[in-house]
Nanobody, 124 residues
Framework: QVQLVESGGGSVQAGGSLTLSCEAS????????MGWFRQAPGKEREGVAS????????RYADSVKGRFTISQDNAKNTVALQMNNLKPEDTAMYYC?????????????????WGQGTQVTVSS
């Protein structure tokens, strides 16, 4: 079973940047899409960005378009999320997830493998 480990969370002031990284414990051809999700206290989980590993096609939530960039490094089995111009409303626990098959999107129901999460806190 593939395991996902996130890193790179932390605290930053509004307007700052952070880069999250997600490393898969092993390479597997069954993973088609990897994504980032977030959940703030008292709010529902939200899809942030996803990338289809074979084609590098991406999807972004409207709330992060133009500020966040998802990328992959196949040699290292990692997916990164570069977050720029962070806002207080970006504060949440961020989770990396993987989906098998040909799905590309931000619906959490399609993602069956999840990391433990990394906290991002943005202060005003």
């Amino acid at each position: 079973q593939v395991q996902l480990v996130e890193s790179g969370g932390g605290s930053v002031q509004a307007g700052g940047s952070l880069t999250l990284s997600c490393e898969a414990s092993t390479y597997t051809r069954s993973i088609g899409c990897m994504g980032w999700f977030r959940q703030a206290p008292g709010k529902e989980r939200e899809g942030v960005a996803s990338i289809y590993m074979n084609t590098h096609l991406t999807r972004y939530a409207d709330s992060v378009k133009g500020r966040f960039t998802i990328s992959q490094d196949n040699a290292k089995n990692t997916v990164a999320l570069q977050m720029n111009n962070l806002k207080p409303e970006d504060t949440a626990m961020y989770y990396c997830a993987a989906a098998t098959g040909s799905y590309l999107g931000l619906d959490a129901d399609y993602f069956g493998i999840w990391g433990q999460g990394t906290q991002v806190t943005v202060s005003s």
